[in-house]
C-alpha cells in the first residue's frame, strides 16, 4: 500500500468520525430544543419578547453549527487534495 492510499485512509476515517460526533451531537441538541420548546410554551410567566430572544439563539446556534460543518467538510476535501496525488 503507497503512501497516498494511506493518507486517504486516514483523512476518511477522520472526517467519518467527525460526521458521526457531529450527527450525535446534532440529534442531542434537536432533542433538547423539543424538550426546551415543551417547557417554554407551558411557561405562562415567559414574555413573549423573552421566546422570541431564545428562538432568535437557537436560529443562530443552528446557523453557526451548519457554517462550522460546512468549513469542515471543505477542510477535508482540500486536504485530501492537497496530501493525496
Not at 36 to 47: E, V
Amino acid at each position: 500500500m503507497n503512501q497516498s492510499d494511506l493518507m486517504k485512509q486516514a483523512i476518511n476515517f477522520n472526517q467519518s468520525s467527525f460526521n458521526s460526533a457531529y450527527d450525535a451531537t446534532v440529534m442531542v441538541q434537536n432533542q433538547f430544543e423539543k424538550v426546551a420548546t415543551s417547557i417554554l410554551d407551558q411557561a405562562a410567566w415567559m414574555p413573549e419578547e423573552g421566546r422570541k430572544a431564545i428562538d432568535n439563539y437557537v436560529d443562530v446556534y443552528k446557523s453557526g453549527r451548519d457554517q462550522f460543518k460546512k468549513y469542515m467538510d471543505d477542510s477535508f476535501k482540500k486536504a485530501e487534495e492537497i496530501l493525496v496525488k
